[in-house]
């Protein structure tokens, strides 16, 4: 269950209140009248299944409630409440299926913004891979891949072509435009300097790495391992599983592959910079195609459900 809260005017209040309470999969409906302070106002507060959030939020939207007031959504933890159940079964589909597309565009606008500790994640997870690639350490590469925060430029872009919102597109492309060659270059540097103070050496980088080669040898496993797991993090980001994301960033090589680049561009390997580059090219691709075919795949799924449930109600003459 996802708890609302909202700010209407009191003249609004009744309109929203009978919304509330025609939608399927709302209950626990209450009104603090004029308890608002700024804006003023009344708090209506309401508990809806997760299923029936994302048509209850379109609504609302199309009240034009979000210009006078306020609307807020939380999750609720634990819920025991035999209303709350009656809810969730008349609601339809099954809530760990649900897309709440509103709070989808939310968190993913915020971890596409390019910050400074946005950057900051980035290059140090580049530099943590180019210490793995010089010691052909697979530890160091699987820590980097946790540590990369690139999977929100990349989920936000996804979200983007589905929900057409070019500003989220244009945020979540400069994040990875930017972010990437500054991490670049930063840990070319990085390298650079470590091989002067005698902990990088360039014997080493060209020696064999067992362990690590794969990051600039790219095949057509490159793409199906991104591919599969940009299905599995879009996933994780709309059934609110943030948890399977540890395992969505530790089974691509972008970091890497980002670090093998600026490591092998430093010493002059341009064989080396052109795999990595390749490598790094397909885990984008393949992770942004998958998650806008799953999030395709969801809103078509979701939109069969919402008529399969309006074509219930019409035939059971319930309004």
């Not at 091989?195 to 690590?212: N, S, Y």
């Not at 580059?277 to 992770?287: E, F, H, P, S």
Request: aromatic fraction near 6%; hydrophobic fraction near 55%; charge should be negative.
């Amino acid at each position: 269950m996802l708890h609302l809260r909202m700010i209407t005017p009191p003249d609004r209040t009744d309109e929203i209140v009978e919304l509330l309470e025609r939608t399927i999969g709302v209950t626990h409906v209450a009104v603090l009248a004029r308890a608002a302070r700024h804006p003023q106002g009344d708090i209506v507060l309401c508990d809806v299944a997760r299923e029936a959030t994302d048509g209850l939020l379109a609504r609302l939207r199309a009240t034009g409630l979000p210009d006078v007031g306020s609307i807020s959504v939380d999750d609720v933890g634990l819920m025991l409440s035999r209303r709350a159940d009656e809810a969730e079964e008349a609601a339809p589909g099954d809530g760990a299926d649900a897309v709440v597309w509103e709070s989808l565009v939310e968190e993913t606008h915020e971890e596409s913004t390019l910050s400074i500790t946005f950057l900051a994640f980035l290059t140090v997870a580049t530099m943590l891979a180019a210490c793995g690639v010089i010691m052909d350490s697979a530890i160091l590469i699987v820590g980097a891949m946790a540590v990369g925060p690139e999977f929100g430029p990349l989920a936000g872009l996804c979200t983007a072509i589905v929900r057409r919102a070019p500003r989220l597109a244009w945020r979540s492309m400069l994040a990875l435009l930017v972010g990437f060659p500054v991490a670049m270059a930063l840990t070319g540097g990085f390298s650079l300097l470590m091989d002067w103070v005698g902990l990088f050496h360039e014997a080493k980088f060209l020696a064999d790495r067992p362990q690590t080669s794969f990051i600039w040898q790219p095949d057509a496993f490159s793409f199906v391992v991104a591919f599969l797991a940009g299905i599995a993090g879009i996933l994780s980001l709309t059934s609110a599983k943030s948890g399977a994301l540890i395992g969505v960033a530790i089974s691509v090589t972008t970091v890497p592959a980002a670090a093998n680049a600026a490591v092998a561009l430093s010493y002059g390997d341009w064989s080396e910079t052109r795999g990595s580059a390749v490598q790094l090219a397909l885990n984008l691709l393949g992770i942004i195609m998958a998650g806008t075919l799953t999030l395709v795949a969801q809103k078509i799924f979701w939109a069969r459900q919402r008529r399969r449930s309006a074509a219930g109600r019409l035939a059971a003459g319930a309004p």
